[in-house]
């Protein structure tokens, strides 16, 4: 028997391709600008919005038959409020130089609207299993996508990936600067990122031609 | 199963839920409390110990004196603790480490320097930590700087010589944007500041300027009091300049009067 149902797997496939909350859904975008400018801030700001959307999918889901419906906007707010607090107080206390590195993350996690969106959309009527996965899926393709934009961002803004030199050095002009290259520092800033996920959703959007809206 | 639409039944979920979420974080962070104290204060004795020049870098890595050796190595890396009482433009009381602490029952590399510069705002005196090491058989004396940056609180360590030359920089931030305004923590940069000077040859203080556009971006002109700047990172770069400036300069006094006396 397969781990996860065909149904289940299908929770955390789509949201890779074709319901990717980025670039079909559009959410989340907000911080995919922010902190897109390398890589490494896209890889820890992943993993942070994994751990919440799978546990906060989770209670919301557990709750979902006591939430009183005219405050449940707020009820899904306090408790990924809550939830992110207490994840950096933990880390604070017990792996003090992995919550500096999360620092500025804390508050871009608890305003991203992927998070709200999937409490709203999917764990205020599905079963706690069913919206774990989802929140998995949904994290995992907003993951994805933020990845892609680092990596082009570092790479053609700053010339490093994770902060090595890939391309040589571009003071003593070596590697790649030897022949003339330069980093284009336009990279490094937000607009950039709404223009390379531009792109991606133009190449998700001309392979697959049944996500292009009609009009 | 309750009506969930009744008004009565939303006033009482919300007190509930108010009550149970309040007092899960209120423990949360009365319980680590502590914990999180210990880490703040070992970071700053790291970060002291790091600006003197007592790392365990390697080539382009940040690596401070590990947690388990943190307390020893800063007992003896720093040999002298003074605070400096300060009042419109002149120190009116040099403290020793004992002398302090009797008076405010704190380790003056606690002091507060946020608290110390609304003080100042206020028109009270304000007190400046100085703690004196050694970095190749010569005093350096490292001061606490605070400012702002682009989205909030900016701040480091720099060490000095007698001359008020940089013989080393450590910068951190709250929340500045990682890959611009956050860089300013990285190595390329704070080494930057290794020799720069803060006064002029006629002993006035200048201050140091993150700059644009500089002539000189491997930064082997040490008198140009200038660095090289961030791409995308102005502000922050501003705020770098800003608090070295406004801050480093309230030392002034007590290296004009450590000139005079030799």
Aim: aromatic fraction near 10%; charge should be neutral.
């Amino acid at each position: 028997m397969a781990l996860l149902s065909k149904k289940d797997t299908k929770l955390i496939t789509d949201p890779l391709t074709d319901n990717n909350p980025i670039t079909i859904q559009v959410l989340g975008i907000c911080s995919a600008l922010a902190i897109t400018a390398e890589l490494k801030a896209s890889i820890v700001m992943s993993i942070a919005v994994i751990f919440v959307m799978g546990f906060g999918n989770v209670v919301i889901s557990l709750m979902r038959n006591v939430i009183p419906s005219k405050i449940r906007i707020i009820v899904q707010l306090i408790v990924v409020a809550s939830l992110v607090i207490i994840v950096d107080q933990v880390l604070k206390a017990f792996a003090y130089p992995l919550s500096k590195t999360l620092g500025a993350f804390v508050g871009l996690i608890i305003t991203n609207c992927i998070i709200m969106g999937r409490f709203e959309a999917f764990a205020l009527a599905n079963k706690p299993w069913r919206s774990f996965l989802d929140g998995i899926g949904n994290a995992l393709g907003y993951g994805v996508i933020l990845i892609i934009v680092g990596f082009f961002r570092e790479l053609l803004g700053a010339g490093t990936l994770l902060g090595y030199q890939v391309l040589g050095d571009p003071i003593t002009k070596t590697g790649l600067y030897a022949i003339g290259y330069e980093n284009n520092g336009f990279m490094l800033l937000s607009p950039m990122a709404l223009i390379v996920v531009g792109l991606i959703i133009w190449v998700q959007r001309s392979r697959n031609p049944a996500l292009v809206e009609e009009n | 199963m309750a009506n969930t639409d009744k008004n009565s039944y939303t006033v009482i979920f919300a007190t509930v839920m108010v009550i149970v979420v309040g007092s899960l974080l209120a423990f949360t962070a009365a319980s680590l409390k502590p914990n999180i104290k210990e880490n703040e204060r070992m970071e700053k004795q790291q970060n002291i110990l790091y600006a003197m020049g007592i790392n365990e870098n390697e080539e382009g890595s940040i690596n401070f004196i590990s947690e388990d050796k943190v307390a020893e190595v800063f007992s003896t890396g720093v040999t002298e603790q003074i605070v400096l009482e300060y009042k419109d433009g002149a120190i009116v009381k040099e403290m020793s480490r004992d002398e302090f602490m009797k008076a405010n029952s704190i380790e003056p590399y606690l002091i507060d320097v946020k608290k110390q510069q609304t003080r100042a705002k206020e028109g009270k005196s304000r007190f400046l930590p100085l703690f004196k090491g050694m970095q190749d058989n010569k005093i350096v004396y490292v001061a606490p700087i605070r400012g702002v940056g682009l989205w909030d609180a900016i701040w480091g360590y720099v060490a000095l010589d007698k001359d008020m030359v940089v013989r080393g920089a450590y910068f951190d931030h709250k929340g500045e944007t990682p890959g611009l305004g956050a860089n300013i923590k990285q190595r390329y940069f704070m080494d930057d500041f290794y020799g720069e000077k803060l006064l002029t040859d006629a002993g006035v203080f200048k201050g140091i300027t993150v700059a644009k556009g500089n002539n000189d971006p491997t930064n082997e002109i040490k008198d140009d009091y200038e660095v090289d700047a961030l791409t995308g990172a102005t502000i922050t770069g501003d705020g770098v300049s800003a608090m070295i400036k406004k801050d480093l300069k309230l030392y002034l006094p007590y290296f004009q009067n450590l000139k005079n006396k030799s």
